[in-house]
């Protein structure tokens, strides 16, 4: 047995849990924060059987695509006043982040 970790764009998630439920995964989501852009993402994880991992993987694949889109980065100002100013640059965001892990032991009571 496996366990999943994909760290989702939150607009991908809702299309990707519905995509594995009906496929018959189970998935646990979180949420969570990503780091670079500080903006929302979905944490699912996923314990599937090693036999139906590479179909798990697949959906994730086709549900989740990177994509570019423009956001606002602050950069500083010389000078001693420590200001900032925003200004836009191009970055990749969607597709998914994946990892997976052996189980060693799965209950569930």
């Known amino acids: 047995m496996k366990l999943i970790f994909a760290i989702v764009q939150d607009e991908d998630s809702s299309r990707l849990i519905a995509s594995l439920m009906q496929d018959g995964f189970s998935v646990t989501k979180l949420a969570t924060t990503g780091g670079f852009l500080r903006a929302g993402n979905t944490t699912l994880l996923l314990g599937v059987e090693d ?15 990177s994509r ?42």
């Open 68 to 109: 570019k889109q423009i956001a606002t980065s602050p950069s500083a100002v010389t000078g001693s006043t420590g200001a900032y100013m925003p200004y836009p640059i191009e970055v990749v965001v969607g597709g998914a982040t994946i990892f997976v892990t052996e189980v060693e032991k799965f209950l569930k009571v």
């Open 51 to 65: 036999n139906r991992l590479q179909n798990a993987l697949d959906i994730i694949e086709k549900t989740c695509r």
